[in-house]
């Protein structure tokens, strides 16, 4: 199985990028303007005629081309003030994954929003309870922890089970995912840039491209298209970052954090 997932964040009007989701050094870098995020999901739309799919679709064979999703992640509340407006004229849904221990707080959606997307056709899913730093270096009670209970918030929240999540941060394992399984999340998104699908105890586990501010909008057409240089250029750009994160482990952080402070 393949599928192409886009990874994006908030979606901001005008330039007040401390409006929704997370504040500080480098996270405007994920958000893109209204304008750039229309402009986006336009190109998409010239290349792919057809709806993307949902993450519990992706078991169903299909002969056709490779599926695209479209996903949000920190729980934002621009989820609700501009992403599920701009998917709505297109019949479009989304998957939006919220950070639970952000749940109400300024910036971030509250229990009311959740039950409207949710009621709009979107799924809703885990983005872990604190939104570690390196997920992928908690305790194997931690990463539960971090799974269970931000699962049983949003279950609560919109009284179903929630069982789908994304990895905060871009450090995924196989310990993550086995702690993910082992919590009740059938489909699990990282960050890895690839189309390949993996099972792990159960969980699928959905690679990402991500995009970020200042990308032209012809990228997110070009990486749902057949055949795509960008996919390509951010594997290449990933396996280099996850050696990198591999031996330089802290200094990698801080280095990280000084180059994309504001």
């Known amino acids: 199985m393949r599928a192409i997932c886009l990874l994006y964040h908030d979606v901001i009007e005008e330039t007040d990028w401390n ?27 010239k290349l792919r ?15 056709g081309a490779v599926p695209f999703l479209l996903t949000f992640d920190d729980g934002g509340e621009s989820a609700v003030t501009a992403v599920a407006g701009i998917l709505k004229r297109l019949g479009w849904s989304g998957h939006f994954f919220v950070t639970a221990g952000q749940i109400g707080k300024k910036g971030f959606l509250n229990a009311e ?8 056709g979107h799924v809703v ?21 971090e799974w269970t209970s931000s699962i049983k918030i949003l279950s609560d929240i919109l009284n179903e089970q929630v069982d789908t999540a994304s990895v905060p941060g871009g450090y995924y394992s196989t310990r993550v995912g086995e702690a993910a399984a082992e919590a009740g999340i059938r489909v699990l998104f990282n960050s890895e840039p690839t189309t390949a699908l993996h099972n792990v105890l159960g969980c699928l ?3 990402r491209y991500n995009i970020s501010r200042g990308m032209p909008p012809g990228v997110s057409g070009d990486l749902v298209s057949g055949r795509s240089q960008e996919r390509s250029r951010q594997w290449l750009y990933w396996n280099f970052k996850k050696l990198a994160k591999k031996f330089a482990g802290r200094p990698y952080l801080a280095a990280r954090q000084w180059l994309l402070r504001e």
């Open 113 to 120: 929003q959740i039950r409207s997307l949710r009621s709009e």
């Open 49 to 63: 005629h057809e709806p993307p799919k949902l993450a519990h679709e992706l078991t169903t064979a299909s002969d």
């Open 205 to 207: 586990v959905v690679g």
């Open 19 to 45: 409006s929704s989701g997370f504040t500080g050094p480098g996270t405007s870098k994920y958000k893109l303007s209204r304008h750039e995020f229309e402009a986006h999901v336009a190109s998409i739309a």
């Open 125 to 145: 899913g885990s983005h872990s309870f604190s939104h570690p730093i390196r997920m992928s270096h908690c305790s194997e009670e931690e990463l539960l922890n």
